[in-house]
């Protein structure tokens, strides 16, 4: 009996596995058709402005920061000014 115990549950933990694998692809291909295009001239297309603007701002966002960095260690006093002004007389 011992000897089946094994391959049991393995075949068990397997059926557990593909079965939550297929729920899952039917629920996502049931959110894909709720999905409604935007119609942008002839094309319809599923357009998110917003994670688009999010992204570019991340990336200007990393660009100023890497180039601060930059300037701590090339010019460690205009750093410290840049960071005096950013923080004090921008609001």
Do not use: C
Request: avoid cysteine; aromatic fraction near 8%.
């Amino acid at each position: 009996m011992k000897k089946y115990i094994n391959p049991i549950l393995s075949l068990g933990t397997a059926a557990a596995l593909l079965g939550s694998i297929y729920f899952q692809n039917q629920q996502i291909d049931s959110l894909k058709k709720q999905i409604k295009p935007v119609v942008i001239g002839n094309n319809q297309k599923i357009v998110d402005s917003l994670q688009e603007e999010i992204f570019m701002l991340q990336s200007q966002n990393g660009r100023y920061e890497l180039s601060l960095e930059h300037l701590y260690e090339v010019n460690p006093k205009a750093g410290k000014e840049f960071t005096n002004f950013m923080e004090h007389e921008t609001e």
